[in-house]
């Protein structure tokens, strides 16, 4: 029996405005517990929600980003259920009426484009905290519970997927490709590990062929991509193991446990998903008229798949384009200036996305602080190009460069790096080589042909490294075959 | 000349004229109140303290030239369910019992920053869901024109308190009713603004779509200056109105003549008593004397407000109570789990009215019930409003009695609550159209127990609600004070 798994995710993402979804209490993330807290964050008697038009104007640019539809007359709901860290016990979310619907986002998985459509994108209010005190900081074994409203009235986005994503791996390209959307919008820390961007997974399997979808399982508490990733693999052989064995998959949600690696079933009590949804009378209906859509639509960024586009039209690879395109803003600029400057595309992109992002990455620096102009990008690239420093030794002047120690050219002579590709400069030094080691040439003569390494190693001693081991080679091979 | 029987009007002109301090006015509403509180319950909180000091600086500020308009130095009452920084606000309720909120309703701010002295906080139907304020949890409070029956509700408290002279004016909170049904008992002016005017934030929330804090006053022109004070938009209610407001006082003086007035036909015949409709009919009879044209109008969805009313009402009160539940503020239960503890507190904090609607709405809102009740309610609430836009396109204003009968006697109706909602037949449809009405008291019946009679108008149409209650008040003459009551219970 072959199987297929269906799967679908739900993003919540906390936008970084600088006042809370309902009230004007800050979104601050480590701040000291219950400090930024009002009346209406904090669920008093009398207080009353009053909607942050910013949050509004974000979730239009997520959706817009996203191709969505966005609705010209949008309602808040009131979610009702019971729960400590709810301050109201009913949380102002959106029912049949989100901001935005009906949209894509396209995802590169092994080199191919995969669209995964976009249901909807809905506007709600973020929790309080809850810490459980006791073993395993899990409710069931905990002994008290610290709550802690700062987030509470956050706003929060919820972003819903639909069941179009076929694997595991899928999956996690699609939460890395929302998650950097997000952060580039600018609306967003999108931290995971700091729950401004939250993921939780439906997961279904079916035959392959099927068209009815299988029993689906929420899967929740996966806090890395890495742990999306294998939370969906498992519950994928789970369900495929059960379904195998004669069973049936319990419609269910399930927490996953990264350091077991497994998932574990969540013991709800039944009847708790009827929310009792009712249109939240604190507040109006929200008109979101088209010229302020597309006033937001004005204001975006270029987008990752337009993006990707032009750098494939400018001649690179998918892969390349891809990963280039998910590079911080401030590098893709320095492609962009290299380009213009005359750079050919590949090169520009690999030293970018290869060298730099490892030397940001090593350094720990700021991408946007990165001293490293297109212009002398392009110059490090024609020096490769044109052999004037050798590839192994354009890394060590890349390094100069972004040391602050000057242009490339600059580099390459005051740490003496400049490859010596005169012909007639390594002619000679060529011809005392082949003089000094009559044996090697022996050896080629007969036929070791292999034996010109050693001899180009000699060349590169006798000229500490600076010669161009490509040119050497040549002429090398030119006077022993000559 | 009885100084706690003064008007706000009137006592301004002493204020002013320096016959009278805020200070004096104070203490004398305070000692009528003393004397008649025992008898009466009408307040949970007297802030002595607070209401002294805000006396004294509103005679500085009168001294120094710094008038701060009509309700500066005038002794004022608050239903206990608008939040009073530092001050105990319950709602009436156990599950509040203690509780003190750390910022004001915005009419509490607007009210002291007119220079309004406050002297407490008054009792309520818990969380304002009554018709009688039998339902507090601190005990009824009574009628000043008869002690062994009830002031109405769910503002009694407001009531009793200014019909007995224990404040000058007070403000209530109407969601079906609750401000004018108890003035129309107590012989005294209520009214109900157009919805969105007056603003709810720091108003403990019954039913948001509904709700709306209202002046209880002595004269017309009183309720015009009180709610002067306190309307307007206020930014941190966002169902507050942001366009216009308009002139309150202008017509006051303008007599009916000329004016369309509408007697709703269902509002009349069974279950109203003869009294009631009597001076009702005596008094629109009247209005067409004084020029008037009047005609009888039929709103069939009268009839089916009631129903829609306790289906809206109880659902959005379920939501909105739901955040009683001891974790953050308030009574606390001691529970094994959250849950039980959340779950013992509402059952030990809350009274059984409560109980009962919070159960109503939760059912009316469930998966499965919801379009048969909520929604239905809601389809019933839009065709009430096309109801009123047809009358209103006929005529200025429409009037009936405000409540089927007088104040009946404490005890009568706790055990029925079906007979309990019927006090409201006559005031829900404005709170569900959310267009303002006011009652104004006509005469007393043989009993001696008042009579009010209600005036409506279309939203934002306040300038001719308050010239038809004008011209009714100036008809009925009717200056009656309950004696107060000075026995011992």
Partial sequence: MSWEPVIGIEVHVELATESKMFCGCAVEFGAEPNTNICPVCLGLPGALPVTNRRAIEWIMAIGLALDCEVTERSVFHRKNYFYADLPKNYQISQFDVPVCHDGFLDVVVDGTIRRVGIERAHMEEDTGKSTHVGVGGRIHAAESTLLDFNRSGTPLVEIVSRPDIRSAVEARAYAQELRALVSELGVSDARLEEGSIRFDANVSVRPVGQTVLGVKVEIKNMNSFRSLERAVDFEIARQIEVLEGGGTVVQETRHWDEEAGVTHSMRTKEGSSDYRYFTEPDLVPMVLDRSWVEEVRAGLPELPARRRERYVAAGLDEGLATVLSQSPAALRAVFDEAVAAGAPARPAANWLTGEVTAWVRREEADPASVGLTGEQLAELVAMVEEGSVSSSAAKEVLEGVLAGEGNPGEVAVSRDLVQISDTSALASVVEEVIGDNPDAVESYRSGESKVVGFLVGQVMRATQGKADPKLVNQLLTEKLSG | ?489
């Fill in chain 2, 1 to 489: 000349m009885s100084i706690p029987n003064l008007t706000v009007v009137e006592a301004g002109e002493l204020l002013r004229s320096g016959e009278i301090s805020a200070v004096e006015l104070l203490d004398a509403v305070l000692d009528r109140a003393h004397r008649t509180e025992a008898q009466l319950h009408a307040y949970l909180t007297i802030d002595r303290e607070g209401a002294h000091a805000a006396a004294a600086e509103a005679d500085s500020e009168m001294a120094a030239g710094d008038d701060r308009g009509p309700l500066h130095g005038i002794p004022v009452a608050l239903k206990d369910n608008m939040c009073t920084r530092g001050v105990e606000t319950t709602a009436a309720s156990q599950i509040l019992a203690g509780y003190r909120p750390p910022y004001d309703a915005t009419v509490v701010a607007k009210l002291r920053a007119a220079g309004a002295v406050i002297v407490g906080k008054t009792n309520l139907d818990e969380f304002a869901m009554g018709s009688s304020t039998e339902n507090s949890a601190y005990g009824s409070s009574y009628n000043p024109w008869d002690i062994s029956r009830v002031p109405g509700g769910s503002s009694g408290g407001s009531a009793a308190a200014v019909a007995a002279g224990s404040a000058l004016v007070a403000l209530g909170s109407d969601t079906g009713g609750s401000i004018r049904q108890p003035a129309a008992l107590t012989g005294i002016v209520g009214l109900k603004p157009t919805y969105g005017t007056v603003s709810r934030y720091g108003l403990i929330a019954f039913a948001s779509s509904l709700d709306q804090i209202g002046p209880l006053s002595h004269s017309v022109t009183d309720a015009a200056l009180t709610l002067g004070v306190i309307w307007g938009h206020d930014p941190r209610d966002a169902t507050s109105y942001a366009g216009e407001y308009p002139d309150l006082t202008a017509d006051l003086d303008e007599g009916v003549a000329g004016m369309r007035i509408g007697v709703v036909t269902e509002l009349s015949g069974e279950g109203y008593e003869p009294a009631v409709e009597q001076a009702v009919s005596a008094m629109v009879g009247r209005l067409g004397d004084a020029g008037a044209e009047v005609v009888e109008l039929s709103l069939p969805t009268f009839d089916i407000a009631l129903s829609a009313y306790y289906l809206i009402a109880p659902a959005e009160a379920s939501a909105n109570l739901a955040r009683f539940d001891g974790i953050r503020y308030g009574h606390r239960a001691p529970g094994a789990s959250t849950e039980a503890l959340m779950a013992r507190t509402r059952a030990e904090g809350f009274g059984p009215e409560v109980t009962r609607r919070v159960l109503l709405g939760t059912y009316a809102l469930s998966a499965g019930y919801y379009d048969a009740f909520y929604g239905q309610a809601q389809k019933v609430r839009a065709a009430i409003r096309d109801d009123f836009a047809r009358a209103y396109s006929q005529v200025d204003a429409l009037v009936s009695p405000t409540s089927p009968t007088v104040a009946f006697r404490a005890g009568d109706r706790v055990d029925d609550p079906l007979s309990m909602y019927l006090s409201d037949i006559c005031t829900i449809p404005s709170n569900l159209s959310g267009d303002p009405a006011i009652s104004v008291p006509i005469g007393l019946d043989d009993q001696g127990l008042p009579i009010g009679f209600q005036v409506m108008a279309p939203a934002l149409g306040e300038p001719t609600m308050f010239r038809v209650a004008a011209e009714v008040e100036r008809l009925a003459g009717f200056t009656a004070r309950p004696e107060p009551a000075e026995v011992a219970r």
